[in-house]
């Protein structure tokens, strides 16, 4: 699995790098002043491994870092353990681009989590967590109005008995009434006086049925909201119960949110601490408070749990299912929910399954004069010169076995073959010459204690020496820089075999910065060896440690400003090295006049300056296709506007040069340039040294359709405009698709028979053109 | 009653699709190069054409540019509205692809052609995906160098010289995307000379199914009668060839587009 591209957001003085690609060929060069920011991008993408991060980090604004990093695994058809378990539409989100995101974030007490991101993946996870919030709303709101409807019915009840009681009393007092006047009636003399009481019984009795009429409806009204009552009495106290979980639950999450801050309060307080008693009383503490956050943690999972299926079940419920349905539905639906990964779980799984990084900051584990094999076998780390050993160890392949053979002829043997082992590899990597041919030599030793050293006597300890053909000296009587560059050696060749089942990623700020430059181009030697296990990002001010073939392997960091103390630090990848500043591009521009002594950038004649990395890795792809000769030595300017720089530069030296240059809008600017100041180039003059491309907008165009989707885009699309457009339209890195066509190219994958006729009359065109004007110029 | 309405509403329906096709047919038609230019480009010819139905998925096409003349006959996938469809796609991309494009090799613009059309159809070589395009020949020819290139995607060109037919063979791919990766169409040149007759066609006319045993008609007998009948005028050429495939086709449906395109080097 790669580390294919990286973005830092809120780390020192990056506010946002945006995304960063990684060189294909797994060696990545940071180039850019001091301060610009390269150790902070090596240190953020050690802490996206690591998780932890120190207060020196933080920004002045406190916005918390997050580092995002993008990784293919190198099986399309990948599976992890547990994938089966993602949400459905993150597994085809993941497929669909081959690659997958996992993002740090940090909180204010440094702690951190790692997602899986990704603007789709994002999508599906948020989808889910609103899904289940909305749940949780819904029920929620369902309950307070469950037990809103009963409470009114309750009321209604009791106020509707309160009536009917007092409609009963009333007809009890009209029934009364009705006897008294029907005395009155039976015991009358007076005719008028029976006929008031007569029509006032009449007026009683319809008052005393319209009473019997409402006690009636009353009642009736009365026994429906009392069925009601009793109907939902379960629900009601379902949604109570739900209510009171909740609140549980709330109050719970807020006593574990309690016990972490107290338990982080209690873990920063320690290293404070300067007695050894109040240390030992503040670990008590903090074990103590780490079972209580534990212990609350759990129950909170439990509370969630419980509370997730009550409102599923609450829901249902409402919607009027029956209870036993209810409830299977949502255990059922719980479980499914629970069952699948969060982003959180998703990140963690994947993150297991990411190349180990590694930072190599401190080279300082030098080769001891001698070490005891006792202290080896028994891991003893503080013993001066151990890891140095051990790494030594480890290269040479030998295990605490080895050294039980008894027969002393056969182990001195084993030994002598070792050292010469070892000393062919090392000097395979290490060409700096002692004198003309007098290579260094790593050579070992075992060896027991004699009576000199009665306490350890017999005993056997390892010796080791650093030899050439003169002298014999202890490693610690060697130069710092070899001492520095064994180290180096022996660490990293160390960690390939250590981990030579898997990738890993190898961070190294500023390597070999003691070494001589020839030592340094050792060091780059050194990582194309571990390269193909190994991804390896480091920083770097020396030209010495850059491939001028392969600048696609840079990222240039400098601040956006000219505050460089405050203002944000920017990354420009090797597409956009032109947007860089010379200082930052330092590096590249001391290694072409470092390369003059060598004569190989340029040469005296048959140099081809090109406008730009990508020309000139396609340039060179295609002249090792046609195996084009005498061969022409491609120098690529960085972007258009170096093109005249570089004119300038070889004809102040006396070169032979041609200019080759696209049709396009930016380099017509180059070529008035050109035309206004320098001789020679009027594209159509005799003697110009030009060769304009026309009707060929960049170099990728001189590729027919065809042959463009089958050796640089691999995919089976129509392409109707050109091949340059394309690459523009779909966002595709120019440089990189065109390194890796260069290295296939110059590897022999590609050739001559595998393009077709129209791509080989194009190359015909420019290379004849091409031809015609280094003639011309070296003529002239 | 109900039945009769239901009738009555798919007459008028019916009646309304004839009148969009009839008319789709007469713009297709005004897409074609007319009589009056293919006299003038190709000189001595005949264009047999017989649509299956009223539009048609095959089309000719023919262009001059400086000293050379292109010519296509084309058959899209399917006929009917579908090929119709295709064919005005591939009218356009020829117009668009021969006018922009500097080249005078045929299979470039077939390269170039096979890209629009995948482009436009957003064909990826998907195993679900349509497989719509085009089989066609296109031959260019000039006059001065007395020389002609040709190139096909699935369908040969026939050249007869002195009472003999020569195939020049096609790539058997079509124009769009095919069931393996696309590889480039070739080019071949071949001199010609004064009285050479030159064919181009789709499978039309071969694939016809009639005759006593209801078989195909097949390119053996095709190539027979061209022989047979080469050196007559063209307009004859023309007749004998309709009235051949009439004969042929008696009461049998027509099964496809009949395209046969034929002229002389002059």
Redesign the interface.
């Known amino acids: 699995m790669r580390l294919t591209q990286f973005r830092i957001r809120h780390f020192r003085s990056i506010v946002d790098s945006g995304w960063n690609n990684l060189s294909p060929d797994n060696i990545t060069a940071l180039i850019g002043q001091n301060e610009s920011g390269k150790t902070s991008v090596l240190e953020a993408l050690h802490c996206f491994q690591k998780g932890s991060i120190s207060e020196d980090v933080l920004r002045s604004d406190l916005s918390m870092p997050v580092v995002s990093c993008r990784f293919k695994p190198d099986d399309d058809n990948f599976d992890f353990e547990g994938t089966g378990s993602l949400p459905p539409g993150v597994s085809d989100a993941i497929k669909k681009d081959g690659s997958f995101i996992l993002e740090r974030t940090w909180t204010s007490d440094q702690s951190s989590t790692v997602l899986l991101a990704g603007d789709e993946i994002t999508e599906v996870f948020r989808r889910i967590e609103d899904a289940e919030k909305e749940l949780a709303r819904a029920a929620l709101a369902g309950a307070e109005e469950v037990i809103k409807q009963y409470g009114d019915k309750e009321k209604e009840s009791v106020e509707l008995q309160s009536t009917i009681d007092n409609m009963k009393k009333e007809a009890e007092a009209a029934e009364a009434k009705l006897n008294l006047l029907n005395k009155q009636i039976k015991r009358s003399r007076d005719p008028s006086a029976g006929e008031v009481a007569r029509r006032n019984a009449e007026k009683v009795k319809e008052k005393l049925a319209s009473l019997a009429q409402n006690i009636s409806d009353k009642e009736n009204r009365l026994s429906e909201i009392r069925l009601k009552i009793a109907e939902e009495e379960f629900i009601n106290n379902y949604s109570k119960e739900c209510l009171k979980l909740h609140g549980n639950m709330e109050r719970e999450i807020a006593e574990m949110e309690k016990a972490h801050s107290a338990m982080a309060d209690i873990e920063q307080s320690i290293p404070f601490l300067k007695e050894e008693m109040e240390k030992k009383a503040g670990e008590a503490r903090l074990f103590s408070a780490k079972e209580e956050y534990i212990k609350i943690s759990r129950n909170v999972e439990l509370l969630r749990e419980k509370t997730a299926i009550r409102l599923r079940v609450l829901g249902k419920l409402i919607d009027n299912a029956e209870l036993e349905a209810a409830e299977d539905e949502a255990t059922e639906d719980y479980n499914r929910v629970s069952s699948m990964l969060t982003c959180e779980e998703a990140g963690d799984l994947f993150f297991e399954h990411i190349p180990p990084f590694e930072f190599f900051e401190d080279f300082s584990s030098l080769l001891p004069n001698r070490i005891d094999l006792e202290d080896i076998f028994e891991d003893n780390v503080r013993i001066e010169g151990y890891k140095a050993v051990r790494n030594f160890l480890l290269v040479a392949g030998l295990d605490p076995g080895f050294f039980k053979q008894t027969n002393n002829r056969i182990l001195k043997q084993k030994i002598e073959n070792l050292n010469n082992e070892v000393t062919v590899d090392f000097q395979e990597y290490w060409r700096q010459s002692l004198g003309k041919t007098n290579k260094i030599r790593i050579h070992f030793e075992l060896e027991h204690y004699d009576i000199s050293n009665p306490d350890k006597m017999g005993r056997p300890y390892l010796e080791f020496w650093i030899k050439d053909r003169h002298e014999r000296l202890y490693p610690k009587q060697r130069s710092r820089g070899v001492r520095w560059f064994l180290s180096f050696y022996l660490e990293l060749k160390a960690f390939a075999r250590k981990n030579h089942t898997r990738n890993r990623i190898l961070l190294i700020d500023e390597p070999g910065l003691s070494l001589h430059a020839r030592a340094q181009e050792d060091v780059l030697k050194v990582f194309e060896d571990i390269k193909e296990n190994i991804q390896i990002i480091y920083s770097t001010h020396s030209p010495h440690l850059i491939d001028t073939g392969k600048l696609y392997r840079l990222l240039a960091v400098q601040r956006s400003g000219e505050d460089r103390e405050q203002s944000e630090t920017i990354i420009f990848d090797a597409s956009h090295l032109h947007s860089a500043t010379s200082d930052t591009l330092s590096p590249v521009c001391s290694l072409l006049g470092a390369g003059m002594t060598r004569t190989e950038v340029p040469n005296r004649d048959r140099n081809v300056i090109v406008e730009d990395v990508t020309t000139f890795y396609y340039l060179s792809a295609f002249a090792a296709i046609t195996g084009h000769e005498p061969k022409m030595n491609f120098i690529p300017a960085v972007g258009p506007a170096g093109v005249s720089v570089l004119v300038n530069l070889l004809t102040g030296w006396g070169f032979d040069f041609a200019v080759l240059l696209f049709d396009n809008p930016d380099n017509s600017v180059t070529l008035d340039e050109l035309q206004s100041y320098l001789h020679n180039f009027d594209k159509d003059a005799r003697g110009s040294r030009l060769v304009y491309a026309t009707s060929f907008q960049a170099a990728e165009d001189l590729l027919s359709n065809l042959d463009f989707k089958k050796h640089i885009i691999r995919k089976r699309v129509g392409i109707s405009g050109t091949n340059s457009a394309y690459i523009a339209d779909n966002i595709i890195s120019r440089p990189v698709i065109a390194a890796s066509f260069m290295q296939e190219a110059s590897a022999g994958t590609i050739g001559k028979k595998d393009i077709d006729e129209e791509t080989r009359d194009n190359l015909n065109v420019i290379f004849s053109s091409l031809e015609v004007k280094l003639m011309s110029a070296g003529g002239t | 009653m109900l039945t009769k309405k239901t009738s009555d509403t798919e007459d008028i329906y019916n009646s309304e699709i004839v009148k969009s096709l009839r008319y789709a047919g007469m713009i297709q038609r005004a897409l074609l190069p007319s009589a009056a230019l293919m006299d003038r480009i190709l000189g001595e010819h005949f264009t047999l054409f017989m649509p299956k139905d009223v539009v048609s998925g095959d089309f000719y096409w023919v262009s001059r540019k400086g000293k050379c003349i292109f010519i296509v006959a084309a058959d899209c996938t399917g006929h009917g509205v579908p090929g119709a469809l295709m064919s005005i796609l591939g009218i356009s991309f020829l117009n668009e692809v021969v006018k922009t494009d ?1 080249t005078n090799r045929p ?2 613009i077939l ?2 052609l ?12 998907d195993l679900n995906e349509t497989k719509d395009g085009m089989d066609l020949s296109m031959c260019i020819i000039d006059r001065e160098k007395q020389e002609l290139q040709f190139s096909g995607a699935n369908n040969p060109l026939y050249l007869i010289r002195e009472n003999e037919l020569i195939e020049i063979k096609p790539d058997k791919m079509p124009v769009g ?1 095919n069931a393996v ?4 169409f070739s ?1 071949n040149i071949i001199s010609i000379s004064r009285n050479d007759r030159i064919y181009m066609f789709t499978d039309g006319f071969p694939d016809q199914f009639g005759g006593p045993l209801e078989k195909k008609f097949k390119y053996g007998p095709f190539k027979d009668l061209l022989l047979d009948i080469h050196q007559r005028e063209m307009k004859q050429q023309l007749n004998i060839l309709r009235d051949t495939i009439a004969d042929w086709m008696g009461d049998t449906e027509q099964i496809d587009d009949i395209l046969v395109l034929g002229f002389s080097i002059t």
């Open positions: 500097c299979n470039r390269n170039k096979r890209e629009k059309v995948m482009e436009a159809l957003n064909q990826t070589g995307v990766d696309e590889e480039p080019n």
